[in-house]
């Protein structure tokens, strides 16, 4: 049906359509949810096992039905191809790759080329990504086992500070927000992983507390060498969020609990100890520490005057490069700075709720006469304050949060409902609104190819799933794909190139590889990786010409 008013039988337009869906929707969750929705709700709430599995399979099965419009997300970004990197050398049963005899050709972003070819992030994500290839063939197959596992464990978690029901409400609440249309699950970068081991963490901290059982304090341990093998400066403000949670029932943590942590955790950081050895020769010295000693200051924390010019910013994007600016202009070493930072960057914390929850969290206000209330406070502002000292932000350095702030939505919801008839009845307002937002943007992307879908699509807040893909990326790709045998590209950029559209990335055994990706370093230059590679077939790609050019190589 066309979405022009006098196009239409009944005269609607857009907006008409709209909000005749969202008065519909809602008048249906009413209707249905006494009668139908709530008994259910009940049963399945206090039915663990099930309620977590239908949490993990939903927001997988949610995302590949969008596979139509929405394909497998190709990466982009230079952080994508750096954890591609590790996981490609962890299913390779090693942490660091041999430093090739041509590396000159393979110098790229977050990549170390000596004293071995890795990358230098830890191996969190990699994991993830690494058993997404290995059971599927594909590693983001790994991106999506991690969200299952997120959205599974947040019910777990929930469990442990509130209701069954409420629980499951959170767990719904986080399909909805970290599902099928969040960047996290369209993305290489990670932020599930590390979301999950937070779930390990605050869902074992009551339980520990309330019980003593020493297998919540393994499941604790567990949690935080996840955490610690994927986000390691940020691991530090997890450990003091635990110290400032048993500081009040420390009596009640025994030795041996305590002691069953510390071995748990072990594990991780003999891992992460041995991934230093390997990588950089030194037991102490972090891939990222000799990359900035090597490299200087990482390439996503130096400033271009102008964003990149052949694409187009997402919001997220648009905030990111603000506070970039913010940050260059002012003086780096400076309080006023530091506060500079904080300020802006308050505003990505929109990301971890529904704009329908902002009406329910005043209402958590009030608990602060309990401690747990005031402990999820001073865990978010000991997380908000370590974090600003590093003077770059993306939204999963907040990651190990996540379930924090989704147990604030759920406990100002319940402190809500606690209001009497009408405190009840403005919750279920409040969360059928909740899922009138994802039904409302979810269907506008399974009807993707529709030109009504893609106007309104421009007005989404966070925009995580891949209508934005890189064409230019695929295109090459596809004519990659059409040439038969072994192929070596040299990669030519202009003098204009903008320096964080990189295109030289390898797999960790470059010369088993079929491509083979090289910097375009001059005839004579280029004449010594042509002799080393005599059996592949040398093409020319110039990506900053409009749309990229892939030519045969001649010197």
């Not at 004519?479 to 960790?508: C, M, T």
Request: aromatic share 14%; hydrophobic share 45%.
């Amino acid at each position: 049906m066309p979405f022009q008013p006098l196009q239409n039988p009944i005269g609607f337009g857009a907006s008409d359509f709209i909000e005749l869906f969202l008065a519909s929707t809602l008048v249906l969750l009413v209707l249905l949810w006494r009668p139908y929705i709530r008994p259910f709700c009940l049963n399945l709430s206090t039915r663990t096992a099930v309620s977590m599995l239908v949490l993990a399979i939903l927001p997988v099965g949610l995302r590949l039905l969008l596979l139509t419009h929405h394909p497998v997300p190709t990466p982009d970004i230079y952080d994508e191809f750096s954890h591609l990197l590790v996981a490609d050398t962890l299913r390779h049963f090693r942490f660091a790759n041999p430093t090739h005899p041509l590396h000159q050709f393979f110098e790229t972003f977050f990549v170390l080329q000596q004293p071995t070819y890795s990358s230098i992030y830890p191996i969190g994500q990699g994991i993830a990504l690494a058993i997404g290839h290995a059971l599927f063939r594909n590693p983001w197959a790994g991106v999506l086992l991690s969200t299952a596992a997120f959205c599974s464990l947040c019910y777990w978690m929930l469990i442990g500070w509130t209701t069954p029901l409420w629980a499951l409400a959170g767990g719904f609440l986080a399909v909805i927000e970290f599902g099928p249309l969040n960047p996290w699950m369209n993305s290489y970068w990670g932020g599930a992983f590390a979301a999950a081991a937070g779930c390990l963490v605050f869902g074992s901290m009551p339980r520990l507390k309330d019980t003593g059982r020493l297998n919540y304090a393994v499941l604790l341990g567990l949690g935080l060498g996840l955490s610690l093998l994927t986000r390691p400066y940020e691991s530090i403000f997890l450990t003091l969020s635990l110290i400032l949670f048993f500081l009040s029932v420390w009596r009640q943590l025994t030795l041996r609990a305590a002691a069953a942590v510390i071995v748990a955790t072990l594990p991780a950081v003999g891992v992460m100890l041995l991934q230093d050895k390997q990588v950089t020769g030194n037991w102490l010295t972090l891939p990222y520490v000799l990359s900035q000693y090597q490299y200087g200051v990482p390439a996503s924390l130096t400033f271009q005057p102008n964003p990149v010019p052949h694409r187009e910013l997402t919001p997220q994007q648009e905030m990111e490069y603000k506070s970039q600016l913010a940050f260059r202009d002012g003086d780096k070493g400076t309080f006023k700075a530091y506060l500079l930072r904080l300020e802006y960057r308050v505003r990505f914390y929109r990301f971890f709720s529904l704009p329908s929850l902002f009406v329910a969290l005043p209402f958590f206000l009030l608990g602060f006469r309990k401690y747990r209330f005031t402990w999820l406070l001073l865990t978010i502002v000991c997380f908000a304050l370590g974090i600003n000292f590093f003077p770059a932000f993306q939204l999963h350095y907040l990651s190990p949060l996540t379930c924090i702030f989704l147990l604030v939505s759920i406990l100002s919801l319940e402190r809500l409902s606690s209001f009497g008839r009408g405190g009840a009845e403005a919750t279920q307002f409040v969360v059928f609104l909740c899922l009138i937002h994802f039904a409302l943007w979810y269907s506008l992307h399974l009807l993707d190819n529709r030109g009504f879908s893609q106007e309104v699509r421009q007005y989404e807040t966070w925009d995580g799933l891949n209508h934005q893909n890189p064409q230019r990326r695929i295109v090459v790709k596809e004519q990659l794909a059409s040439l038969p045998g072994k192929l070596l590209v040299f990669v030519r950029y202009s003098q204009r190139h903008i320096f964080q559209d990189e295109w030289v990335y390898n797999e960790a055994e470059i010369d088993r590889a079929r491509i083979v990706w090289a910097r375009d370093l001059g005839p004579q230059e280029n004449d010594k990786l042509r002799t080393h590679y005599r059996d592949r077939t040398p093409l020319l790609l110039e990506p900053d010409v409009s749309p990229p050019e892939l030519t045969p190589y001649e010197p």
